[in-house]
């Protein structure tokens, strides 16, 4: 008897928690939310990656990370229920299964962290800076200037209220209007800077001339393009809200959302950083949009775009992160599973990350870093680790070989990558002064 209470109790939970309370997504759910958390800030600041790899590496870069993350994303959707009758609703439950219960845990839950958080603040200062060209684009000579801070607070205020939506599916209408924003900003970002065409003094040279700042920008370009693809980290969560039978698993129609949320990506991603490179050369910002001035309403509308858009991203990318805190607390800590309680813990997750992104709004850098630093392992190499350690596939065959080539890869990001970025980010801080 005692059994069947504790099991209903634990139903329960499963049932309060975000990621396991609801199953009803249909395909294209996965869709939009994929669409939502992949082309986000990192879109904007990929003609800026392109000015530091230039034309060939760059490219290239492009082409193979596009190449290897679908690759991992089709992995992670093939391992979701590998297990007859067992689903791994959340990327460190996969994680736990290939290295073991606690190794699993150290693994992945640390770097998923820094991503989900990472991306979060991030947005934090891409959508106050947003909000802030479009206040100086519409009252240029009538207003006075008004700090950064205000406009992070004022973009991070809307959390608070959408932080209490309870799950994936409470989120889809956001999320699809996010994803709708983020096609529309692309192609406004890549539309204006077409019809404004090459600069008179247009250089395709590096930015910093000297040896060591070519070294170290293409170090933080590289992170910079991890960063723009950055879905992996919620893929399972994702994957998790879509009904499954053994007649009809989950991974038929969550693949074929990504499938079209991969498209969508390509039509936004390699325009962008293509077109906004050959128009700007090296003296693109590290976001396309503020290299446009004119026309005004365009990239008015563009900037709000982006802010509608990160709005649905922030929610996306902290719902894995309130599923952990509000696991531990209920299932470790024994808290009962309150509305309240779910209250404090994402109150306080918003207000920490809206006061570390007014603490250092380093946009470029910011990216590269954590694009480097967390994003290769959970999206480049991580899966292909997994899928090694569970499949076994034999030695030197086509499996075997694809998943020790992106891992090499993906390593190589990971060590270069921050690298280059903490540079940038030691550069900008300089001349920085805290709350300005």
């Given at each position: 008897?005692?059994?069947?209470?504790?099991?209903?109790?634990?139903?329960?939970?499963?049932?309060?928690?975000?990621?396991?309370?609801?199953?009803k997504?249909?395909?294209?759910?996965?869709?939009?939310h994929?669409?939502?958390?992949?082309?986000?800030?990192?879109?904007?600041?990929?003609?800026?990656?392109m000015?530091?790899?230039?034309?060939?590496?760059?490219?290239?870069?492009?082409?193979?990370s596009?190449?290897?993350?679908?690759?991992?994303?089709?992995?992670?959707?093939?391992?979701?229920?590998?297990?007859?009758?067992?689903?791994?609703?959340?990327?460190?439950e996969l994680?736990?299964?290939?290295?073991?219960?606690?190794?699993?845990l150290?693994?992945?839950?640390?770097?998923?962290?820094?991503?989900?958080?990472?991306?979060?603040?991030?947005?934090?200062?891409?959508?106050?800076?947003?909000?802030?060209?479009?206040?100086?684009?519409?009252c240029?000579?009538?207003?006075k200037?008004?700090?950064?801070t205000?406009?992070?607070?004022?973009?991070?205020?809307?959390?608070?209220?959408?932080?209490?939506?309870?799950?994936?599916?409470?989120?889809?209408?956001?999320?699809?209007?996010?994803?709708?924003?983020?096609?529309?900003?692309?192609?406004?970002?890549?539309?204006?800077?077409?019809?404004?065409?090459?600069?008179?003094?247009?250089?395709?040279?590096?930015?910093?001339?000297?040896?060591?700042?070519?070294?170290?920008?293409?170090?933080?370009?590289?992170?910079?393009?991890?960063?723009?693809?950055?879905?992996?980290?919620?893929?399972?969560?994702?994957?998790?809200?879509?009904?499954?039978?053994?007649?009809?698993?989950?991974?038929?129609?969550?693949?074929?959302?990504?499938i079209?949320?991969?498209?969508?990506?390509?039509?936004?991603?390699?325009?962008?950083?293509?077109?906004?490179?050959?128009?700007?050369?090296?003296?693109?910002?590290?976001?396309?949009?503020?290299?446009?001035?004119?026309?005004?309403?365009?990239?008015?509308?563009a900037?709000?775009?982006?802010?509608?858009?990160?709005?649905?991203?922030?929610?996306?990318?902290?719902?894995?992160?309130?599923?952990?805190?509000?696991?531990?607390?209920?299932?470790?800590?024994?808290?009962?599973?309150?509305?309240?309680?779910?209250?404090?813990?994402?109150?306080?997750?918003?207000?920490?990350?809206?006061?570390?992104?007014?603490?250092?709004?380093f946009?470029?850098?910011?990216?590269?870093?954590?694009?480097?630093?967390?994003f290769?392992?959970?999206?480049?190499?991580?899966?292909?680790i997994?899928?090694?350690?569970?499949?076994?596939?034999?030695?030197?065959?086509?499996?075997?070989?694809?998943?020790?080539?992106?891992?090499?890869?993906?390593?190589?990001?990971?060590?270069?990558?921050?690298?280059?970025?903490?540079?940038?980010?030691?550069?900008?801080?300089?001349?920085?002064?805290?709350?300005?």
């Amino acid at each position: 008897m005692q059994v069947d209470e504790r099991s209903k109790k634990a139903k329960n939970v499963d049932e309060w928690l975000p990621i396991t309370s609801s199953r009803k997504a249909k395909w294209w759910y996965s869709s939009f939310h994929n669409v939502t958390a992949m082309v986000g800030a990192g879109v904007l600041s990929l003609p800026y990656a392109m000015s530091h790899l230039g034309w060939g590496p760059g490219v290239s870069v492009l082409i193979i990370s596009w190449i290897i993350t679908l690759y991992t994303l089709w992995q992670m959707v093939e391992m979701h229920e590998m297990v007859p009758g067992k689903r791994f609703d959340r990327y460190h439950e996969l994680g736990q299964h290939a290295f073991g219960e606690k190794l699993g845990l150290w693994i992945v839950v640390p770097q998923q962290l820094v991503v989900e958080v990472g991306v979060d603040i991030v947005y934090m200062v891409t959508g106050g800076k947003s909000l802030k060209k479009v206040h100086d684009l519409v009252c240029k000579h009538s207003c006075k200037d008004i700090k950064l801070t205000y406009f992070i607070i004022i973009f991070g205020s809307v959390h608070f209220g959408l932080a209490h939506l309870p799950n994936f599916n409470s989120i889809s209408g956001v999320s699809l209007a996010a994803a709708i924003m983020s096609l529309s900003y692309s192609t406004i970002a890549w539309g204006a800077t077409l019809s404004k065409g090459v600069q008179a003094d247009v250089d395709y040279g590096p930015k910093d001339p000297s040896r060591t700042g070519m070294v170290f920008n293409f170090f933080s370009a590289l992170g910079d393009v991890a960063f723009a693809y950055a879905g992996h980290n919620v893929v399972l969560e994702i994957q998790a809200t879509i009904p499954s039978t053994p007649e009809k698993p989950s991974k038929g129609p969550m693949w074929k959302g990504v499938i079209v949320a991969y498209i969508v990506v390509a039509v936004c991603y390699f325009p962008v950083a293509l077109i906004g490179y050959w128009m700007f050369g090296n003296k693109v910002e590290d976001n396309i949009l503020i290299s446009l001035e004119k026309p005004t309403w365009l990239v008015v509308m563009a900037n709000m775009f982006v802010v509608v858009h990160v709005i649905g991203s922030y929610q996306i990318f902290a719902m894995p992160v309130f599923d952990m805190m509000e696991t531990v607390l209920v299932k470790k800590l024994m808290f009962k599973p309150t509305w309240y309680l779910r209250s404090i813990v994402r109150v306080t997750y918003v207000a920490l990350t809206m006061f570390i992104a007014i603490c250092i709004p380093f946009f470029g850098g910011l990216l590269g870093f954590f694009g480097g630093f967390a994003f290769a392992p959970t999206t480049y190499f991580l899966p292909c680790i997994m899928w090694l350690a569970i499949y076994k596939p034999k030695k030197f065959s086509l499996s075997w070989c694809c998943n020790w080539v992106c891992i090499i890869l993906g390593v190589a990001l990971m060590i270069l990558a921050p690298i280059g970025a903490l540079r940038a980010i030691v550069l900008q801080a300089k001349t920085y002064k805290f709350f300005s």
